[in-house]
């Protein structure tokens, strides 16, 4: 028997409900939502819809399925998003807000209340921060007959593609807050590496810091004595190269370091800051990092985690592998790894394992090679990059907590060599001093 378009009693193919979890509960609603709890829970087919009104026609469409990909940036035409001044007023929403509104807002809705009063209830718990007023526009987007999705890509700065993409296969398949749960996790998990990141680099900044003190204080106070030294040495005897060197580096500090180099420290974050930002300085930057002993294989095990973990999330919630493929390219942090993965889209499609196509790039280990190539022998390759993405997880949790260890000798060598460098310098030409009295003698 054919479907009639819009006959309510054909409701959309969708996958099963999962058991709802006891320990997941709604945080409390207002007071009027709590008057209100017995109309708050909907039917089967008016909480699959997610429509405060399901007997009220939704807005016609003038685009086609085609134009609402969320990969496709020019879509819309218009993107409200927040104006100047709640920017001012409250910032940027944060990942961990996002996270935070994705997860109460599946307790929400698995716990079968409306959509118009679960949002009405976040806005008022978000109202003093960035998030609430993007929730305020997406319940009256909601309210005008829009679905979830068209209300959230209005706001471009608080959603990403990689969130409307799987906000749009769930709406089209059943399951909204399996996949508002699923995203999460995946952006508490990226939080979660970006604070490791952060805390890895705050002792090697430290050292550097204080080397950096001792070399000036050695550079404005030591450095004019032993080079008057040397002077009067270098009358009577050759001086080495160290001590030529040192020379020759006290000699200019005196003359233009006392304010060259300030400048260039100053200067040399925000030159490579804006190199970074281009095309062809993050692709040499960050080939340059990965081939760092200690900061490449962190930063190699952190994108990959990101890979893993994106991947597996897409492609549990229903993305075609070409859409799950540009999106996770587009977490990527290393300009290498992002162009490994995105290559891999085109051999895929044309019926290449992903596998095979990852291994051919040399971007990523055998590990993570061997565990994609199970998982699509075995038809689970979500669940595999899940458990991938949760053991690069601990590997990266160790090795910043030990990056400290880690980053010790290379920096020790640095402070080592500066002051081998001195010592040789100044005691150099005193051996050639008493080498040729005693020679002459």
């Avoid at 640095?414 to 050639?432: M, T």
């Amino acid at each position: 028997m054919s479907r009639v378009p819009g006959d309510p009693g054909q409701p959309p193919p969708r996958r099963s409900r999962p058991p709802v979890d006891p320990s997941l509960k709604p945080p409390p609603l207002p007071p009027e939502a709590q008057a209100a709890a017995p109309r708050a829970r909907a039917t089967p087919s008016e909480s699959t819809s997610f429509s405060s009104n399901p007997t009220r026609p939704k807005k016609s469409r003038a685009k086609s399925d085609d134009d609402r990909d969320p990969l496709d940036q020019k879509r819309r035409s218009v993107a409200d998003g927040p104006g100047w001044g709640e920017r001012i007023l409250f910032g940027r929403v944060s990942s961990g807000q996002l996270a935070e509104f994705s997860r109460q807002f599946a307790a929400y809705l698995h716990a079968g209340v409306d959509i118009i009063r679960a949002l009405t209830s976040l806005e008022k718990q978000y109202k003093m921060t960035a998030l609430g007023p993007v929730i305020g526009r997406i319940r009256e987007s909601i309210k005008a007959g829009q679905t979830l999705e068209d209300a959230m890509v209005r706001e471009p700065q608080t959603f990403g593609p990689m969130y409307l993409s799987m906000i749009r296969v769930a709406e089209a398949r059943g399951g909204v807050p399996e996949t508002l749960k699923m995203l999460a996790h995946s952006l508490e998990a990226r939080q979660r590496l970006i604070r490791q990141a952060r805390s890895a680099m705050i002792y090697p900044v430290i050292v550097l810091v204080v080397a950096g003190g001792v070399v000036a204080l050695l550079t404005w106070k030591l450095l004019p004595m032993f080079a008057a030294l040397l002077k009067d040495l270098g009358q009577k005897v050759p001086l080495p190269l160290p001590s030529r060197i040192l020379m020759g580096f006290s000699d200019f500090m005196q003359s233009f370091g006392y304010w060259l180099v300030p400048v260039v420290a100053i200067a040399t974050p925000f030159v490579l800051m804006k190199a970074y930002r281009t095309g062809k300085g993050k692709a040499l930057m960050d080939r340059m990092v990965l081939w760092t002993p200690v900061f490449g294989v962190l930063c190699r095990k952190i994108d990959t985690t990101r890979f893993a973990r994106t991947m597996s999330v897409l492609l549990d919630a229903g993305l075609d592998y070409g859409s799950a493929i540009d999106l996770t390219a587009d977490v990527m942090m290393m300009d290498p790894i992002r162009g490994a993965v995105r290559d891999s889209k085109e051999k895929v499609l044309a019926g290449k394992d992903l596998s095979a196509t990852l291994e051919s790039s040399r971007q990523f280990s055998h590990d993570v090679i061997a565990v994609i190539e199970s998982g699509e022998e075995t038809g689970k390759l979500p669940e595999s990059l899940e458990h991938l993405a949760e053991q690069y997880d601990e590997q990266v949790a160790i090795m910043v907590k030990n990056l400290g260890q880690l980053v010790q000798p290379l920096l020790m060598l640095i402070i080592g060599a500066i002051v081998l460098l001195i010592i040789l310098a100044v005691f150099l030409p005193y051996l050639q001093v008493i080498t040729s009295l005693s020679g002459g003698g």
